[in-house]
């Protein structure tokens, strides 16, 4: 099973690939996020500061597709 920080670096990764045309750097996925949002006024982005943000726009680790094959 894949373990929640390794899909944080993995969708990171991907992220920043689809962002930059040069390699990341050698950090942790919670810090390749940090460093590809910061300069993104994420606070800006509506659904980020939404009280309409719903519970079933949410997925949860236990409910992640790679949680269910266990």
Same mark, same amino acid.
């Given at each position: 099973?894949?373990?929640?920080?390794?899909?944080?670096?993995?969708?990171?990764?991907?992220?920043?690939?689809?962002?930059? %045309?040069?390699?990341?750097?050698? &950090? %942790?996925?919670?810090?390749?996020?940090?460093?590809?949002?910061?300069?993104?006024?994420?606070?800006?982005?509506?659904? &980020?500061?939404?009280?309409?943000?719903?519970?079933?726009?949410?997925?949860?680790?236990?409910?992640?597709?790679?949680?269910?094959?266990?």
């Amino acid at each position: 099973m894949t373990s929640r920080d390794e899909l944080i670096k993995r969708e990171a990764l991907e992220l920043w690939n689809q962002m930059h %045309d040069e390699p990341p750097p050698e &950090v %942790d996925g919670g810090t390749l996020l940090e460093i590809i949002c910061r300069n993104l006024h994420i606070q800006d982005y509506d659904r &980020v500061r939404s009280p309409f943000l719903r519970p079933t726009m949410i997925l949860r680790p236990e409910e992640w597709p790679e949680a269910r094959k266990g």
